[in-house]
């Protein structure tokens, strides 16, 4: 299981701006309602990002792929 001080570093990288996060969620052309899966989520910076752009009627399937991290 992933430590949660682990998981605040992969968020705190994912949210740095040379990751660009805003770039990268726009050219994946997410919209309402669609569904899209998160693999290798990590913290969960990019999962909550996707989440608000499908919106309600959309999904966001999120699987974090390390073990015992």
Do not use: H, Q
């Amino acid at each position: 299981m992933l430590n949660s001080i682990f998981l605040k570093i992969l968020n705190r990288e994912a949210a740095a701006p040379r990751s660009a996060a805003g770039e990268i969620i726009d050219r994946l052309g997410l919209r309402e309602g669609l569904a899209i899966a998160d693999v290798g989520s990590g913290g969960g910076f990019f999962t909550v990002k996707f989440a608000r752009r499908v919106g309600e009627t959309g999904r966001v399937y999120a699987i974090e792929t390390s073990r015992g991290i």
